[in-house]
């Protein structure tokens, strides 16, 4: 298939928002063939894969993030078509004394439930990255507690496919990485995919993460995210994702015929079966409901299902059009803003294999009179303990008093330990391996800069919990914000 960008105008685009590389393809199934088919494809890359590096190409590894979830829905439905799984049996069927805070989740919560957010659970994204085992991490779903009712709206959940992933490994006996290899990266032929994190900084041609730090490009660390792989571990390439994208656009079949899943469990895949609001504006085609790690909406008329995905560093989108055999992967190393860029290239494409090429200048729908400011790449931190004390006066560390009753070892059986150390006269907050630095406020509060969670980073509000003696018996930290502070027990 020719290229269908312009690579000047998507270099300059690149260039308009700081986004070192991109990677690109995509499939249109040309002609069914013994039960097989053919089809039209492309994979190339732009720009570079990192500042003044080698330039991206179709072999260039990127992490997909959050688009793992439509793989492991595959792997999932793949193991369903084979009665390994059932979308409807209770998931303590699945794994020996796991539980669920909430009564009603404990008792009925299904991967159907798991699939599309609708568990109740909040997201508690500070529970990852982390080192815990997924026997460990599966513990810890009892002391998590929801934000809504069980099955009463869809929140999206990076632990809950976290979850599914190890479900996946305790029915087949094999790690995620291991099931992957043999359900779906083996079968499509995607030998340069995978979701071990350590592969892809092994890998020799990879992107390197970036961000925008006041108002500068940074290389940023690759972040493993393991812990929670079946819900954004897989790293990929062009080249590999359009055997991934032929596989969808044929219904989950392989290029030489074989029905991976049955077209019965293909469909209860891809339906919507949550109302589901994505944050793309009335303009840019919004979706209005979740599959099974699919959001589902229409463009152009036709039905489409597309997913994000965002980890430090890295964005992608993908996209299918079912009754038009087609699919379109795109994927940058920028942490953020990126739906511009992403998206421009995708609709471009998708209007393109659609017929309708030309109708719509993308690219310059998406930007803006000027470039953008600074601060709009600001949009991943949150400044939560402003909100919270508008008004608190900052103050020094010599007029906080001893410090030493504050460090120590501070537990919550849903998370990793926090460990709040002195140094150097001041005091810092390590959870999961990352250390942040703090500083103190009248009135008992404290403030811990910069702490992350998923692809945002907060200004977090923190207070110390303390006995008449003056012993300090734990700390308060709304570690999840849509939920009460948690406790944190000093040890």
Known sequence: MKEILDKEKVLA???????????????????????GYEMDS???????RETGGEPVDENTRFCIASCSKAMTSAVIAMLVTEGKLDYDVPVREYLTGFAMMDPEADEKMTLRDMLCHRTGLAPH?????????????????????????????AIYNNCIYGLAGHIVEVVTGLSLEEAFRKYLFGPLGMESS???????????????????????????????????AGAASVNTTASDMIKWLGFLAAGGRTADGRQLI???????????????????????????????????????????????????????????????GIGVFVTVNLHSPTISVMFAALYQVLDELMGCGGEVAWTEKFHGDEPPKPEVYDDQYIDLFGKRYPDAVETEW??????????????NPGYDHIEIREDGGKLTLTNRNLTWEMKPYF?????????????????????????????????????????????FRKK
């Open 13 to 35: 685009d690149l260039k308009y928002w700081q986004v070192p590389g991109m990677a690109v393809s995509y499939v249109k199934i040309s002609q069914d063939k013994g039960g």
């Open 42 to 48: 492309f994979a190339g890359g732009y720009g570079v």
């Open 125 to 153: 994204d500070g529970t990852w990255a982390g080192v815990a085992a997924p026997e460990e991490y599966a513990k810890r779903f009892r002391y998590l507690a929801p934000s809504a009712p069980f099955r009463s709206k």
């Open 194 to 228: 995978s979701c071990d994190t350590e592969k892809l900084r092994r890998s020799e041609n990879h992107a390197e993460p970036h961000q925008v730090k006041g108002g500068k490009l940074t290389r940023l660390e690759i972040w493993n995210v393991d812990t929670v």
């Open 262 to 324: 049955s077209p019965e469990v293909f469909d209860e895949m891809t339906k919507k079966q949550m109302d589901y609001a994505d944050f793309v504006g009335e303009d840019f085609y919004p979706l209005d409901g979740y599959a099974f790690g699919w959001q589902v909406g229409r463009y152009r008329g036709k039905k489409i299902l597309r997913h994000t995905g965002k980890i430090e560093g890295y964005s992608t989108v993908q996209a299918f059009v079912p009754e038009e």
């Open 398 to 411: 010599d007029k906080v008093g001893s410090m030493k009753k504050y460090a120590g070892r501070y537990e």
């Open 443 to 487: 009135g008992g509060l404290f403030k811990v800069c910069g702490l992350k969670e998923d692809t945002l980073t907060y200004e977090m509000p923190l207070s110390f919990i303390e006995k008449k003696d003056g012993d300090v018996e734990g700390l308060m930290i709304p570690m999840e914000p849509l939920i009460s502070d948690l406790l």
